[in-house]
C-alpha cells in the first residue's frame, strides 16, 4: 500500500524544522546506507547524534503519535527514530530496496515493513528530486507539499531522481507494524475506512457496525504481532 497522508506537520512544526535545518551540519549520507544503497547513495544527512536531530526526531514522532491518519494506514509497533536528508543539485540516490532490519542507537531492532518519507521542502522549492516507488503498476512518481507523508512498502523498489535546481529536504523513517504482511494491512486499512465512512453517516449505532468493528478487532488480533 501507497499512501500520501497530508498535513503531518502543522505550519509552526515546519518552520521550527527547517530553521533547525537551515542551521544543520550535515555529513555523507552514506552512513546510514546499506552495501548496495551506498553505491548509488548521494546526498548530506544530519547525523543521529547531533542535537537538531534529536529535537527534529522528537518533533516529528510526536506528531505520528497524533496522526489518525498514519496509525490506522500503518499500525506502528515501533519506529526507528525519524532521519533527515539533504539533497543539492546533482545529488539523488538511484534503485535500492531498504534493509530488512534496522537497528536503533539503543539496540532496539526493527523490521522495516513500512518506509516513510515526510517532505520537508515544497514543490516549488527544487526541481527534480522526485521519490519515485516501483510496483506491479509501474513508476509512481511523488513531490508532495512540505509536511505531507508518503508511506509505501519498504521491500519496494525506489529511488529519488536527482534534484536539478534548489534543495530537497526530507525526513525519512522505518516501520515496524503489529501486522506483518502488506495485504493484511490493506485490506484492514479499507475496512477501517469503510467503518469511518458509515461513522460519518450517522450510522454508529446500527447493529450491523457491531459487526463490522468486531471483524476489524479480530482480524487484528489474528494477525498482530506484539
Known amino acids: 500500500m501507497m499512501l500520501h497522508i497530508p498535513q503531518v506537520l502543522g505550519p509552526a512544526e515546519l518552520e521550527r524544522a527547517r530553521a533547525l535545518l537551515a542551521d544543520a551540519a550535515w555529513v555523507d549520507g552514506r552512513i546510514t546506507a546499506g552495501h548496495q544503497g551506498a553505491l548509488v547513495k548521494c546526498n548530506r544527512q544530519l547525523p543521529q547524534d547531533a542535537p537538531a536531530a534529536r529535537e527534529l526526531s522528537a518533533l516529528v514522532l510526536a506528531a505520528l503519535a497524533r496522526c489518525e491518519a498514519f496509525n490506522a494506514a500503518v499500525l506502528p509497533l515501533r519506529i526507528l527514530p525519524p532521519l533527515f536528508n539533504r539533497y543539492g543539485v546533482g545529488e539523488g540516490f538511484g534503485d535500492h530496496i531498504d534493509n530488512a532490519i534496522r537497528r536503533a542507537a539503543d539496540g532496539t531492532v526493527v523490521r522495516t515493513d513500512v518506509s516513510c518519507t515526510l517532505f520537508l521542502a515544497g514543490p516549488d522549492e527544487y526541481d ?24 509505501y512498502p519498504a521491500g519496494s523498489i525506489h529511488r529519488v531522481e536527482p534534484v536539478t535546481r534548489g534543495t530537497r529536504l526530507a525526513s525519512f523513517f522505518w516501520v515496524q507494524s503489529l501486522v506483518r504482511e502488506e495485504a493484511a494491512r490493506t485490506l484492514l486499512h479499507d475496512l477501517d475506512r469503510a467503518l469511518g465512512l458509515l461513522r460519518r453517516r450517522g450510522l454508529a449505532g446500527e447493529p450491523e457496525m457491531v459487526v463490522l468493528t468486531g471483524a476489524w478487532h479480530n482480524l487484528l488480533k489474528r494477525w498482530a504481532e506484539t
Open 128 to 151: 527534480g528530486g522526485e521519490l519515485v516507488v516501483e510496483d506491479t503498476f509501474g513508476d509512481h512518481r511523488a513531490r508532495l507539499p512540505a509536511g505531507d507523508l508518503l508511506v
